[in-house]
């Protein structure tokens, strides 16, 4: 099976793939030895000079958060973690756009301002951030679609041409997924590259973003590979 099928009110993992795909190792040494030459897009490159000045003059943590959608996950980590500077990046300008006003307020306390939503095209955006040798204290990426079909295994990020960067990207690496073979596959992935990681279940209290909270509420086990170099 190469579909998905409904599991409450949210879809399932399925895939073809009896395993760890058989020619990810081989990928990954392929996009090492020969790294991305494609030219950054013009929105990316100016997106990432604008938030680039204001990493450089930024004196603590610095946290990155990959694939940030509406930027629920953003605004939490930044409550989290208010002398960091949190910056979430997605492509998607409508998903940037979106106010999710209910995670910025607590207790009549006011708006979390340390952090900032980046519209910008990742497989750029990470090469960017290598050249500019960005000090990332925590990487976060959360829920990245799963592309289960074993033909689409070069649209995960660890098969895709830029993870030697992604993988460069952070003191620690959090990543999650409802799909337990995308994480045992970054793990390898990671492993090929000399970076060692952990899987564990996610104990959902709450949730970082709304797809964890969809899955969550279905009945889904949500689990977290955390890399720690």
């Known amino acids: ?33 020969h790294p991305s030459q494609k030219p950054i897009q013009a929105h990316t490159q100016q997106a990432f000079d604008e938030i680039n000045a204001i990493v450089q003059a930024f004196a603590g943590d610095i946290i990155l958060d990959s694939c940030c959608g509406v930027g629920q996950s953003t605004r939490l980590l930044a409550k989290q973690n208010p002398t960091a500077l949190v910056i979430g990046v997605d492509k998607s300008a ?60 070069q649209r995960r990020w660890h098969g895709s041409a830029v993870f030697p960067q992604i993988i460069a990207v952070g003191q620690e690496i959090i990543l999650r997924s409802n799909w337990l073979l995308y994480l045992e596959e970054f793990q390898l992935a990671a492993d090929v590259l000399a970076f060692k990681g952990e899987i564990s279940t996610v104990n959902v209290t709450q949730p970082l973003t709304p797809f964890e909270a969809k899955f969550h509420a279905s009945g889904q086990q949500c689990w977290q590979l955390h890399i720690i170099k």
């Open 1 to 33: 099976m190469t579909e998905t099928e409904i599991t409450g009110d949210s879809k399932a993992i399925v895939t073809n793939q009896p395993g760890v795909h058989e020619k990810l190792v081989e990928i990954v040494k392929k996009h090492v030895a």
């Open 94 to 153: 409508h998903r940037i756009n979106r106010n999710v006003d209910e995670v910025e307020h607590e207790n009549g306390k006011g708006k979390v301002e340390n952090y900032h939503l980046v519209r910008a095209d990742l497989n750029d955006f990470y090469r960017l951030v290598v050249a500019a040798n960005w000090q990332v204290t925590k990487h976060y990426i959360l829920y990245p679609n799963p592309w289960p079909k074993a033909k689409h295994i």
